[in-house]
T-cell receptor, first 112, second 115 residues
Framework: RKEVEQDPGPFNVPEGATVAFNCTYS??????FFWYRQDCRKEPKLLMS???SGNEDGRFTAQLNRASQYISLLIRDSKLSDSATYLC?????????????FGKGTKLSVKP | NAGVTQTPKFQVLKTGQSMTLQCAQD?????MSWYRQDPGMGLRLIHY???????DQGEVPNGYNVSRSTTEDFPLRLLSAAPSQTSVYFC??????????????FGQGTRLTVV
């Protein structure tokens, strides 16, 4: 089983749609979780951290279910500018190592 | 703010050649790392460093060397380039901890082709 698994998509949605991405991780001791965004031919950039209680940033909501080892990202009212690849990222160790394990990414394409 | 600077942005090498990918950060981050990104494979960790003078191997270290003589710089050396090393390489830095608030910042990437 891969350490971090995501549906690769692509997700093709119209503007204004709500879209949800899911991610599972294999290491139950994982410490922290993130969603990164990567535009075509660009570097990954942090979209948001994922907290145990769930957190929201504007149109974006992230949820964590430690019991099921499952992370989700919900995007409401999709914009054309949301088109990108969304990377689920896990730090399985915490502490000072800070090694990040990346999922392969889910590609989102928002159409007019 | 410069952030993480990688050079070169593009490079073509012949099989067997060696080269160094440069990475510098100006955020005083202790933690630096190198990833490669291949189609369908996602980002894979090559080497990382938790501070000056300390380096360790990641998931795919073979064929690469690193050193960390200063906090700012973390070069990646390809010893004898092979076509299998054709990839996009990203350098990243962060404060240690890997917890919320210690996000990783990435350089713009180096697109390497080995022929």
């Amino acid at each position: 089983r891969k350490e971090v698994e995501q549906d690769p998509g692509p997700f093709n949605v119209p503007e204004g749609a709500t879209v949800a991405f899911n991610c599972t991780y294999s290491n139950s001791a994982s410490q922290s979780f993130f969603w990164y965004r990567q535009d075509c031919r660009k570097e990954p950039k942090l979209l948001m951290s994922v907290y145990s209680s769930g957190n929201e940033d504007g149109r974006f909501t992230a949820q964590l279910n430690r019991a099921s080892q499952y992370i989700s990202l919900l995007i409401r009212d999709s914009k054309l500018s949301d088109s990108a690849t969304y990377l689920c990222v896990v730090n399985p160790y915490g502490g000072s190592q800070g090694n990040l394990i990346f999922g392969k990414g889910t590609k989102l394409s928002v159409k007019p | 703010n410069a952030g993480v600077t990688q050079t070169p942005k593009f490079q073509v090498l012949k099989t067997g050649q060696s080269m160094t990918l440069q990475c510098a950060q100006d955020m005083n981050h202790e933690y630096m790392s190198w990833y490669r990104q291949d189609p369908g494979m996602g980002l894979r960790l090559i080497h990382y460093s938790v501070g000056a003078g300390i380096t360790d191997q990641g998931e795919v270290p073979n064929g690469y060397n690193v050193s960390r003589s200063t906090t700012e710089d973390f070069p990646l050396r390809l010893l004898s380039a092979a076509p299998s090393q054709t990839s996009v390489y990203f350098c990243a830095s962060s404060f240690p901890g890997g917890v919320p608030g210690t996000e990783a910042f990435f350089g713009q990437g180096t697109r390497l082709t080995v022929v």
